[in-house]
């Protein structure tokens, strides 16, 4: 069975920690994502990577950085949480760029 | 900007009833994806569809993508509570443009 995996469901952080979601993917993807999801606002694309060591900007990188130095993983970094970082993260990879794409459970993220 | 609406925000049914959701843009899309996410999950692929006027059936759902290619429906027939969950709408700009570009959703509820 395919699979995403996301290191964390939840995480609980307290304002300018240091916080590393980690995510695995098992299909030889070529294409990993992070989302945030928000009540109102939708899925919006932080990063995404088309090839190891590879990433570009999505919609609201602003206070995101990313990791991809091994095809099968992707980590997505918070340097210094913030309150407005409280959020769903989900992580996606897919075959193609504009193909199908599998997402992880997700990681429900808490910064106080 | 491709923006995608959906509609209706929200959605509650009982068990049995029929019901359509709606995917408008001004934009054309490439193609258009259709996915559910249950409660605590990741989202997972329902269908896609490529071609202006297409019509896909999964079971008692109905999805059809506008001539234009710039809309499309989901259609419930005979709603069951497992039908329970968030439906999203994506979809592929045209051109080299491969971005996916979601909508934010309509939150389905049948009671049974």
């Known amino acids: 069975d395919v699979k995403v995996t996301q290191s964390s469901r939840y995480l609980v952080k307290r304002t300018g920690e240091k916080v590393f979601l980690e995510c695995v993917q098992d299909?030889?993807?070529?294409?990993m994502f992070w989302y945030r999801q928000d009540p109102g606002l939708g899925l919006r694309l932080i990063y995404f990577s088309y090839d190891v060591k590879m990433k570009e900007k999505g919609d609201i990188p602003e206070g995101y950085s990313v990791s991809r130095e091994k095809k099968e993983r992707f980590s997505l970094i918070l340097e210094s949480a913030s309150t407005n970082q409280t959020s769903m993260y989900l992580c996606?990879?897919?075959?193609?760029?504009?193909?199908?794409?599998?997402f992880g459970e997700g990681s429900r993220l808490t910064v106080l | 900007t491709q923006l995608l609406e959906q509609s209706p925000q929200f959605l509650s049914i009982q068990e049995g009833e029929n019901l359509t959701v709606y995917c408008n843009s001004s934009?054309?899309?490439?193609?258009l994806q259709w996915y559910r996410q249950e409660p605590g999950e990741g989202p997972v692929l329902l269908v896609t569809?490529?071609?202006?006027?297409e019509v896909k059936k999964l079971k008692r759902l109905t999805f059809q993508f506008g001539d234009a290619r710039k809309d499309s429906s989901l259609h419930i027939t005979a709603a069951q509570p497992g039908d329970t969950g968030l439906y999203l709408c994506?979809?592929?700009?045209?051109?080299?443009?491969?971005?996916?570009?979601f909508g934010k959703g309509t939150l389905l509820t049948v009671n049974p």
């Open positions: 996606a990879s897919s075959f193609r760029l504009s193909g199908e794409l599998f």
């Open positions: 299909m030889d993807h070529e294409n």
């Open positions: 934009s054309v899309f490439s193609s």
């Open positions: 569809v490529v071609t202006g006027g």
């Open positions: 994506a979809g592929v700009g045209g051109g080299s443009n491969y971005k996916l570009t």
